[in-house]
Nanobody, 117 residues
Framework: QVQFVESGGGLVQPGGSLRLSCAAS????????MRWYRQAPGKQRELVAH???????TYADPVKGRFTISRNNAKNTVYLQMNSLKAEDTAVYYC???????????WGQGTQVTVSS
């Protein structure tokens, strides 16, 4: 059974930090490019950060310099370290896995991040 399970969301004050995790099972994790998306109320889902199977990373402009995506293939886990959080970072955050060879794709269930004082 394939699963991608996010954790680490919660309520944090502006300027604070959170680290999201997405743990995979039932797949050969190292084959997959991993992405974090987010969706705020009333808005479309947007790509936040991307890491390839070769550890190349890219970021959306609003989070550059504040968020860091990383992966640990031994633990089948991808992370999103979020620093200097702002109210506009409030959203449900989803991890996404894509195996480019087959275009096989999976989504996690999402984790809520709320930035508020």
């Amino acid at each position: 059974q394939v699963q991608f399970v996010e954790s680490g969301g919660g309520l944090v004050q502006p300027g604070g930090s959170l680290r999201l995790s997405c743990a995979a099972s039932g797949v050969i994790f190292s084959r997959y490019a991993m992405r974090w998306y987010r969706q705020a109320p009333g808005k479309q889902r947007e790509l936040v950060a991307h890491i390839t199977s070769g550890d190349t990373t890219t970021y959306a402009d609003p989070v550059k310099g504040r968020f860091t995506i990383s992966r640990n293939n031994a633990k089948n886990t991808v992370y999103l370290q979020m620093n200097s959080l702002k109210a506009e970072d409030t959203a449900v955050y989803y991890c996404n896995a894509l195996w480019l060879v087959t275009m096989r794709e999976f989504w996690g269930q999402g984790t809520q991040v709320t930035v508020s004082s």
